[in-house]
């Protein structure tokens, strides 16, 4: 099972970043998809979530509305574009993959990407 982000880097406030998460070795279109960031010091957080047929997303309040999540299950990768970046936006950014039937669950995590917003 892998799960490999890109897409990071160094970029200005209020630029713009579109990570990819590309999957395999797992049946990507049954589970539901997110993206966390973990900031220096800080918890892991919940960015954005899409449930494993598309449709329905949910976002952490401080990216409603400028970040959007979005997924190919044929090409088994999920993507966040990232709009107006903010400072406050600098983390490590990671894709997780999640499925869970009664009370047996699956999850994987990926290594994580670098986000960096500043001037």
């Known amino acids: 099972v892998q799960l490999v982000e890109s897409g990071g880097g160094l970029v200005q406030p209020g630029g713009s970043l579109r990570l990819s998460c590309a999957a395999s070795g797992f049946t990507f279109s049954s589970y539901a998809m997110s993206w966390y960031r973990q900031a220096p010091g800080k918890e892991r957080e919940l960015v954005a979530t899409?449930?494993?047929?598309?449709?329905?997303?949910d976002y952490a309040d401080s990216v409603k509305g400028r970040f959007t999540i979005s997924r190919d299950n044929a090409k088994n990768t999920v993507y966040l574009q990232m709009n107006s970046l903010k400072p406050g936006d600098t983390a490590v950014y990671f894709c997780?993959?999640?499925?869970?039937?009664?009370?047996?669950?699956?999850?994987?995590w990926g290594q994580g990407t670098q986000v960096t917003v500043s001037s």
């Open positions: 997780y993959a999640n499925k869970q039937i009664m009370t047996w669950t699956w999850d994987y």
């Open positions: 899409i449930p494993s047929g598309g449709g329905s997303t």
